[in-house]
Structures are given as structure tokens and as C-alpha cells.
Nanobody
Framework: QVQLVESGGGSVQPGGSLRLSCAAP????????MGWYRQEPEGHREMVAT???????NYADSVEGRFTISRDKAKNTMYLQMSSLEPEDTAVYYC?????????WGQGTQVTVSS
């Protein structure tokens, strides 16, 4: 499988912001359907945001208006800009890329929102 490389996680106070990055290998175009998912302890992995090859975006209701998914083809990197963070956003965040019948995942990055 192709491994995506994530960065940008960390600990912030409520109301703060973070930007997560997801870098794909240079041999793989990022203009496929891609997305961000998150998993809380003892929870299931849930969709946060997705972007299609035609730039159609979709967001979970819980993050709509606060998170923005985007990508930079020159850098072969996808981003998740997170603003107005809440404690409920605390989770391990994973990026993913769908190519054909396969889905490739990043290693996960921890986001912690607390005062």
C-alpha cells in the first residue's frame, strides 16, 4: 500500500486552530478522492471531510463551518484547516486517498483540545 505522511497535530486550547497536512508520494497524484477521518478512544473511525477529483467537498455535521479541506497539487499535499476547535474534536486524525479499488491511509496524528 501507499503510505501517506501526516503532520500538524498537537495540543491547543478551545477556540484555537490547527492545520493538518497529508503528503502523498510524488509518484501518486493527489487528485483522487481524498479525505480526513478521526477516531476517538474506543470509538469508530468516522468521516470528517472529503474532497473528490472534481473538488466536491463534504463535511461531517459536527465540523461544518469550522473545518476546511483543501489540497496543493504542486506540493502533492492535502490539508485540513481546523478553526474554533472544541474538546469534542479531540481524536487521532487520519488522512486517506482512494485509488481504484484501494484506500491508502496516513499513520494518524493526535489532536488534543483542552484548557
Amino acid at each position: 500500500q501507499v503510505q501517506l505522511v501526516e503532520s500538524g497535530g498537537g495540543s491547543v486550547q478551545p477556540g484555537g486552530s490547527l492545520r493538518l497536512s497529508c503528503a502523498a508520494p510524488r509518484t501518486i497524484s493527489i487528485f483522487y478522492t481524498m479525505g480526513w477521518y478521526r477516531q476517538e478512544p474506543e470509538g469508530h473511525r468516522e468521516m470528517v471531510a472529503t474532497i473528490t477529483s472534481t473538488d466536491r467537498t463534504n463535511y461531517a455535521d459536527s465540523v461544518e463551518g469550522r473545518f476546511t479541506i483543501s489540497r496543493d497539487k504542486a506540493k502533492n499535499t492535502m490539508y485540513l484547516q481546523m478553526s474554533s476547535l472544541e474538546p469534542e474534536d479531540t481524536a487521532v486524525y487520519y488522512c486517506a486517498l482512494q485509488r481504484g479499488n484501494d484506500i491508502y491511509w496516513g499513520q494518524g496524528t493526535q489532536v488534543t483540545v483542552s484548557s
